[in-house]
């Protein structure tokens, strides 16, 4: 459970013991309901981390909205994009082990998420992650309801595959760019879990895209 929804709950739980004791045991119902909502909310399930080389992990859960390539700052890139509602479990997770080079926060309009302009316009978080000889840069993107980006590592430190690094509040969205080269294991419309399901390999086995891989190129056809 991140602490947050605590914070939430406890505030919602002293309103309807308030609005109970004013106003009948009756009018209390809808806090309680909503101290529940944002306890589960802000649950933090345990992940199993997969442990094979190269994999670049899910940061978060939802699903998976556009797979296309992507030019940003001269270079081509291949960007998936996630898509997380109310529903889904909101911490993040990084996609590889390796060493924060860059944490820059952006303001910005609360478009909705599914919008394409939402990647460039939105309040976002930039973070390029260094490791194993390899650059990844995801971006924690807020949505229509979403007005509170975390995100608790600084430049410079070593994280780990997997490991907990934010959190979105509230629908919103979450874009990996990834080198061009990498080999693809998932496409438009698969659900994802944060820190779990690999989005794709950076180091493939092999010269030939193996079963359940593709490239972007075939994605966008």
């Not at 924060?100 to 609360?110: C, D, H, N, S």
């Amino acid at each position: 459970m991140v602490r947050d929804g605590y914070f939430y709950a406890l505030g919602l739980i002293i309103a309807a013991v308030v609005v109970g004791w004013f106003a009948g045991p009756v009018w209390s119902g809808a806090p309680l309901l909503l101290a529940l909502f944002f306890l589960w909310f802000f649950r933090d399930p345990e992940r199993e981390i997969p442990v094979a080389a190269g994999a670049v992990v899910s940061p978060a859960d939802g699903k998976v909205t556009d797979v296309s390539p992507a030019t940003v700052e001269g270079k081509q890139w291949v960007r998936i994009s996630i898509f997380l509602n109310v529903f889904d479990v909101h911490v993040n997770r990084s996609p590889i082990a390796g060493v924060i080079r860059e944490v820059r926060y952006q303001r910005g309009k609360f478009l909705n998420a599914m919008n394409e302009a939402s990647a460039e316009e939105n309040e976002q978080n930039v973070v390029r992650v260094e490791g194993d000889g390899c650059v990844i840069v995801f971006k924690q993107i807020a949505g229509l309801l979403a007005r509170r980006i975390v995100f608790q590592p600084k430049i410079g430190d070593r994280i780990e595959r997997g490991q907990r690094v934010g959190l979105m509040k509230f629908g919103s969205r979450m874009d990996v760019l990834l080198n061009s080269s990498a080999s693809l294991q998932v496409k438009i419309g698969d659900r994802v879990r944060g820190g779990e399901t690999v989005l794709a390999y950076l180091q493939p086995k092999g010269e030939v895209v193996g079963a359940g891989s593709y490239s972007v190129h075939e994605e966008i056809r």
